[in-house]
């Protein structure tokens, strides 16, 4: 029983970015618990995507920034 789908995000986020897999958007629908009785349970979407900030071009001085968005709704 999960709190919230963050983590099980930010895993599947952690194990992509290993194998050289970027960028990454991924999400996720699934049951959360905020409690221990039945009426505890939501079901939720969770989002998640990393990349560049700026696009990249051959002609423009790169600034890599890396980003991480994070979403549960």
């Known amino acids: 029983m999960r709190p919230s789908i963050l983590p ?15 960028p990454v958007s991924l999400f996720e629908v699934g049951p959360i618990y905020k409690g221990l009785q039945e009426s505890d349970q939501s079901l939720v979407i969770g989002a998640a995507k990393t990349g560049l900030k700026q696009s990249m071009h051959w002609s423009k ?13």
Do not use: E, V
């Not at 995000?9 to 050289?20: R, V």
């Not at 890396?66 to 979403?71: A, D, E, T, V």
């Open 8 to 22: 099980h995000l930010l895993h599947a986020i952690q194990k992509n970015t290993d194998h050289k897999l970027r």
């Open 61 to 73: 001085k790169i600034k890599l920034k890396m980003y991480l968005i994070l979403r549960q709704m």
